[in-house]
T-cell receptor, first 112, second 113 residues
Framework: GNSVTQMEGPVTLSEEAFLTINCTYT??????LFWYVQYPGEGLQLLLK?????DKGSNKGFEATYRKETTSFHLEKGSVQVSDSAVYFC???????????FGAGTQVVVTP | DAGVIQSPRHEVTEMGQEVTLRCKPI?????LFWYRQTMMRGLELLIY????????DSGMPEDRFSAKMPNASFSTLKIQPSEPRDSAVYFC???????????FGPGTRLTVL
């Protein structure tokens, strides 16, 4: 069946370090892919998305490229800040609209 | 826009009591989703509506859970009777079919003692 797998956390980094969070998916067809971020005590916010192979989503210094050949959508940021500390969720949608399947989430902790 | 509004933000109740969670979606959105988040199971989609009609309720855990959307600006998720294992954060999200994006509310943290 369809599934989203992302690396376990927590990931602990120093400020200005490079961040990568791996995400792979299993799906029939061609899903749309998303990264959501959840700050402490808040709901999820869409960080970026990509709807077809080789698309690159980007926002707030974060990037992810839809790789069909490796069924991956890894999230990267070149220089993290303390304010990037949050839980990051990879998700996909295979329906005509809307129904999201989430990965387990990866907690990121950035220390000064 | 105020975003998705959920109430209450926190709810503490005793086992066996009825709990009602409320959600006001973003105006103009035609999809509404209810999710549950726990440490053990992560984020689970419980049910979603399109134009106030339930489309998929396969995630609703059991008959104790019910959801309604009487109009485009209001939805409820009811648990009756509540049990300690229902303790979780419940999120409501809404979206517009033209944008393929969901906007989440701040959640309701439910504790059932």
């Amino acid at each position: 069946g369809n599934s989203v797998t992302q690396m376990e956390g927590p990931v602990t980094l120093s400020e200005e370090a490079f961040l990568t969070i791996n995400c792979t998916y299993t799906a029939t067809g061609y899903p749309s892919l998303f990264w959501y971020v959840q700050y402490p005590g808040e709901g999820l916010q869409l960080l970026l998305k990509a709807t077809k192979a080789d698309d690159k989503g980007s926002n707030k210094g974060f990037e992810a490229t839809y790789r069909k050949e490796t069924t991956s959508f890894h999230l990267e940021k070149g220089s993290v800040q303390v304010s990037d500390s949050a839980v990051y969720f990879c998700a996909m949608s295979t329906d005509s609209w809307g129904k999201l399947q989430f990965g387990a989430g990866t907690q990121v902790v950035v220390t000064p | 826009d105020a975003g998705v509004i959920q109430s209450p933000r926190h709810e503490v109740t005793e086992m066996g009591q009825e709990v009602t969670l409320r959600c006001k979606p973003i105006s103009g959105h035609d999809y509404l989703f209810w999710y549950r988040q726990t440490m053990m199971r992560g984020l689970e989609l419980l049910i979603y509506f399109n134009n106030n009609v339930p489309i998929d309720d396969s995630g609703m855990p059991e008959d104790r859970f019910s959801a309604k959307m009487p109009n485009a600006s209001f939805s409820t998720l009811k648990i009756q009777p509540s049990e300690p294992r229902d303790s979780a954060v419940y999120f409501c999200a809404s979206g517009a079919s033209s944008h393929n994006e969901q906007f989440f509310g701040p959640g309701t943290r439910l504790t059932v003692l």
